[in-house]
């Protein structure tokens, strides 16, 4: 499959599921059992801190595709020090968030599907960004993918 089609392919899967989660969500809104509401709405700012934050330093690189942006630079500072899929881990919360909300199977089977989704399209895309800047390979060495590690180094010893 060419990286352009595969690029297509996980943002549809990606939006699609992030919209069924949201009618899931809707669904269930006039439901009077809301325990967790005050955890669902932390876990939705959270995600869209996050996202504001991926955006604010990824602005001139930014694009919905995982196919790297033609002459844009590597982008490893601001949140990016922390996790190098920030974008993802945003979205990842914001699922949470709606699929307790939600509170179905359904719900939590498409925040899973989400998950799957969204690890590959940054699986597809650490391929992409090694090919294409030779620093790479040391930062994804040294970076948590989508959870944040908040030690010095996420990883032992260097050997890139």
Not at 20 to 27: D, E, Q, S, V
Not at 105 to 112: Q, Y
């Amino acid at each position: 499959m060419k990286n352009t089609s595969k690029a297509g392919l996980l943002v549809t899967a990606q939006f699609t599921l992030i919209a069924a989660l949201g009618i899931a969500a809707l669904a269930n809104a006039r439901s009077e059992v809301h325990d967790y509401l005050i955890i669902e709405l932390i876990m939705i700012i959270l995600g869209l801190l996050v996202l504001f934050f991926a955006w604010k330093v990824l602005r001139p690189s930014l694009q919905i595709s995982p196919l790297p942006k033609e002459g844009a630079i590597f982008i490893s500072r601001g949140i990016y020090k922390y996790v190098r899929h920030p974008m993802y881990l945003g979205v990842i919360l914001i699922g949470f968030g709606l699929a307790s909300f939600g509170n179905s199977a359904v719900s939590w089977i498409l925040e899973l599907l989400l998950l799957l989704t969204l690890n590959f399209k940054a699986s597809f895309e650490d391929d992409l960004l090694r090919e294409r800047y030779p620093e790479a390979a040391h930062y994804q060495k040294h970076t948590a993918k989508v959870m944040p590690c908040l030690s010095k180094s996420c990883r032992g010893g260097c050997d890139i």
